[in-house]
């Protein structure tokens, strides 16, 4: 293939893995004390595993951002921005298999980055107290261990159809 095919190509999937990000986090949701749960993570963990790190990156902070900007939750964007972008990092995409050592490991990184991160922004930028940051600590671990769940049945679907091959760049 050749470079501008390939450009385009990654420019697409990156394009592709924003809009299934925001779609997954601003629509499938549940309210929660100060928020909201989705599953939108699963496709952030995907796009580290399938992306180079920029689009990855680019992806996992806009598709998050968009969602927090577009349902009313404003004050919450230059966390998500932050803390999508990094967890994006976590992965990588450096091997064959979506499932990788790498990656299971950046699951639990991802968690405790994630609950963390959200807990001190709330506690530190809204709230002024950590404690109150971190109240909602137990649904944005449930949130990215069902992320984790999906995240594993998509990778398992994705490499048993040999579909892998024909996505990572």
């Not at 991160?117 to 404690?131: K, N, Q, T």
């Not at 159809?161 to 024909?166: D, G, L, M, P, W």
Request: glycine residues 8%; aromatic residues 10%.
């Amino acid at each position: 293939m050749n470079k501008n095919k390939e450009k385009l190509r990654l420019l697409a999937l990156t394009g592709l893995f924003t809009a299934i990000i925001y779609v997954l986090t601003a629509f499938i949701k549940v309210p929660t004390v100060k928020g909201y749960v989705h599953i939108g993570d699963a496709a952030i963990f995907l796009a580290g595993s399938i992306l180079p790190t920029p689009y990855a990156v680019f992806a996992g902070a806009v598709g998050g951002a968009l969602s927090d900007a577009l349902s009313g939750y404003l004050i919450w964007v230059p966390a998500t921005l932050l803390i999508k972008a990094a967890t994006a990092l976590m992965f990588t995409n450096k091997n064959q298999k979506i499932l990788c050592p790498h990656n299971i490991i950046a699951l639990v990184f991802a968690l405790v980055f994630c609950v963390g991160g959200y807990g001190l922004y709330s506690g530190v930028v809204i709230f002024h107290s950590i404690a109150a940051g971190f109240a909602d600590a137990a649904a944005n671990t449930v949130q990215v261990l069902t992320s984790a769940i999906v995240y594993g049945l998509v990778a398992v679907s994705l490499e048993k159809t040999h579909a892998v091959k024909r996505i990572k760049v």
